[in-house]
């Protein structure tokens, strides 16, 4: 069964902190994984995106790795700061065209405090 | 470009009553995804189009829900009867068809059904 599961579930940091979101999956065929980010009352954006030959990438302040052998992902937070406060989300894509699922993970709900 | 634009914001409604949410997709995208969020299940498909024509409704719960692409542009979700456990966050996403390509997300229409 194509399953998505992160942790943890909920993180508390203080501002300027590192934090780091677990991401495995278990989805085949693999295609992509993604990261979004989801602030409350907005709908989510996308942060990342990763194939399988990639193993890393970054985009600012976020850096996502990918372990396809594991079957495992991880955001990294770096600096962390308020406006980082949000639930992020991971994606697993399996297949291709119109053939194409995408999987959902639960998120983790990430908060920042000064 | 505004992006995916939802309306409703939010919607109360009665038990029985129709509900019909809307959705503007981003000027060029031909892929269209209507998905609904609750706090247990997280984001589930409802359905996809592609190219106005629906490639994958396995994720609409029964008959009360229906979606239509009346053009390229444009879609709506209805829901007819409603219940209280239709109650959630409904977002409506678009991209351009490719394996790699992101959804860009609406706001969502937050749906209580009393």
């Known amino acids: 069964k194509n399953q998505v599961e992160q942790s943890p579930q909920s993180l508390i940091i203080l501002e300027g902190k590192n934090c780091t979101l677990q991401?495995?999956?278990?989805?085949?065929?693999?295609?992509?994984l993604r990261w979004y980010k989801q602030d409350t009352g907005r709908g989510p954006v996308s942060l990342t995106i990763?194939?399988?030959s990639e193993n890393t990438k970054s985009n600012g302040r976020y850096t996502a790795t990918l372990d396809a052998d594991t079957k495992q992902s991880s955001l990294h937070i770096t600096a962390s700061q308020l406006s980082d406060s949000a639930s992020y989300i991971c994606?697993?894509?399996?297949?291709?065209?119109?053939?194409?699922?995408?999987?959902w993970g639960l998120g983790t709900s990430l908060a920042v405090n000064p | 470009d505004a992006g995916v634009i939802q309306s409703p914001r939010h919607e109360v409604t009665e038990m029985g009553q129709e509900v019909t949410l809307r959705c503007k997709l981003i000027?060029?995208?031909?892929?269209l995804f209507w998905y609904r969020q609750t706090m247990m299940r997280g984001l589930e498909l409802l359905i996809y189009?592609?190219?106005?024509?629906?490639?994958?409704d396995s994720g609409m719960p029964e008959d009360r829900f229906s979606a239509k692409m009346p053009n390229a542009s444009f879609s709506t979700l209805k829901i007819q009867p409603s219940e209280p456990r239709d109650s959630a966050v409904y977002f409506c996403?678009?991209?351009?068809?490719?394996?790699?390509?992101?959804?860009?997300f609406g706001n969502g229409t937050r749906l209580t059904v009393t």
């Open positions: 996403a678009s991209s351009v068809t490719g394996n790699n390509s992101p959804l860009h």
């Open positions: 000027s060029g995208h031909n892929s």
């Open positions: 189009f592609n190219n106005n024509v629906p490639i994958d």
């Open positions: 991401c495995n999956y278990t989805v085949s065929p693999f295609s992509n």
């Open positions: 990763m194939t399988f």
């Open positions: 994606v697993v894509s399996a297949g291709a065209g119109n053939n194409r699922k995408l999987i």
